[in-house]
Each structure stands twice: as C-alpha cells, then as structure tokens.
C-alpha cells in the first residue's frame, strides 16, 4: 500500500531537548511538507520541499530545522529554540508543488 | 495576500439532517480549491476539490462548487450521519505562475461537526 508515514504517533521531550519526528512516503512524490497544528487555529507550514536537497521555509520556520536527503523521507527537527512546541505535527507530500497534498496520520509531540 | 475564510464552529446537527459549511477564499486568478476532512487524533483526507470555476466536486455524498463570482466553494450534503462527525477544512492552492503562496496550500481555521443520533 502506497502513502505516508509518521512515526511515533505520539512522542513526549522534556524542555530544551531537540527532538526528530519522522515522515516516510512510498508514493513517489517530489514535494513533501511539514505542518503544524495547534487548537482553533488550523494549518500551519513549516517547511517545505519541491526536491531532493532542496527546501525552503514556510510560515513558522523558527525554532525548526529538516533535511531533504532521499525523495522518501522529510525528517522535521524541533530545536530548544522553538518556544511553544507542543502542537500536533503533521506531513503531507504531492506529486509536485502546486498539486494536491495527501497527509500522513500525524505525530502529538508533548514538551514537559 | 491569499486566504480561505470559514464559518465558525462547532456546527451540531442531528443525522438525517441537511449540512452546510460555507467557505469565501480571496486569491489572485484561479486557484483550485479542497475540502479536506480531519476524524480525530487522525490526519487529514483530501474529501473533494474542484480546480476550476463552475467545476462541483463530490465524494461521499458531500458536494461543493466552485463559485469564481463570489469566491466561495460552500460544503453541502443533504443527510448527514454520526460517523460524519469530525473537523472539515476548507483550502486553496494558488497557481504557481501567480506567485505569492508559490503553489502551497492555504487552510482555513476548520469546522468541527458534531452529528447526534
């Protein structure tokens, strides 16, 4: 079966820890994003990427650093620098920017 | 700048009951437009889209058409059940060659619906 995965479903750190939330897709797909989800206040992008060693910040980039080393993988890193990091985290990938998203079931990252 | 706006939350209806959930978007040229839907503790799944003006989309009985003449792309279906229940999205990806949001999408904030039996 084809699609996107994130692991682990939920994940706790404690404060000024950095922490790595994985996202893996079999799709073939060129772009793969990273958003954010917080209560009341629906999607927010972090970071995006149109290509394999190539991406490019979103709305909310601070506090947060990815890597785009393979087509399959987007791997999103919350820094110590990221003053309110607990939210819901979610991965989507396209075909190519521009083109519809599908996502993946999402990461609940609690910072205690 | 580009934005989608939808109305506010949460909407609780009875099954059997009829569902609108407007959406207006504001967006340079023509952008295609998504209802994404959110079961909780869950992620998003694409419900319908419509890319171009007059287009309607449907899936699942749920329906929405994309008015350019008054920016809105409204979510219907004539008779909701309880395991509709969730939080629906309402989003729009400007075309690249507007530039602006580059091809990503847009959210609005979400509607959450609530179906009782």
């Known amino acids: 079966d084809g699609g996107i995965t994130q692991s682990p479903k939920y994940l706790f750190r404690k404060e000024g820890q950095n922490v790595t939330l994985s996202c893996e897709q079999n799709?073939?797909?060129?772009?793969m994003y990273w958003y954010r989800q917080d209560p009341g206040q629906g999607l927010r992008l972090i970071y995006y990427?149109?290509?394999?060693?190539?991406?490019q910040k979103g709305d909310i980039a601070e506090g947060y650093s990815v890597s785009r080393e393979k087509k399959e993988s987007f791997p999103l890193t919350v820094t110590s620098a990221q003053k309110n990091p607990t939210a819901f985290y979610l991965c989507a990938s396209s075909t190519r920017q521009g083109e519809e998203q599908f996502f993946g079931p999402g990461t609940r990252l609690t910072v205690l | 700048g580009n934005s989608v706006t939808q109305m506010e939350g949460p909407v609780t209806l009875s099954e059997e009951a009829f569902l609108t959930i407007n959406c207006t978007y504001t967006?340079?040229?023509?952008?295609?437009l998504f209802w994404y839907v959110q079961y909780p503790g869950e992620g998003l799944q694409l419900l319908l889209k419509?890319?171009?003006?007059?287009d309607k989309g449907s899936n699942k009985g749920f329906e929405a058409t994309y008015r350019k003449e008054t920016t809105s792309f409204h979510l219907e279906k004539g008779s909701v059940q309880v395991s509709d229940s969730a939080v629906y999205f309402c989003?729009?990806?400007?075309?690249?060659?507007?530039?602006?949001?580059?091809?990503?999408?847009?959210f609005g904030k979400g509607t959450k619906l609530s179906v009782k039996p």
């Open positions: 989003a729009l990806i400007q075309a690249i060659n507007y530039g602006g949001s580059q091809g990503n999408l847009i």
């Open positions: 990427s149109q290509i394999v060693n190539d991406f």
């Open positions: 967006a340079t040229g023509y952008p295609s």
């Open positions: 799709l073939n797909h060129d772009a």
């Open positions: 419509a890319t171009k003006a007059d």
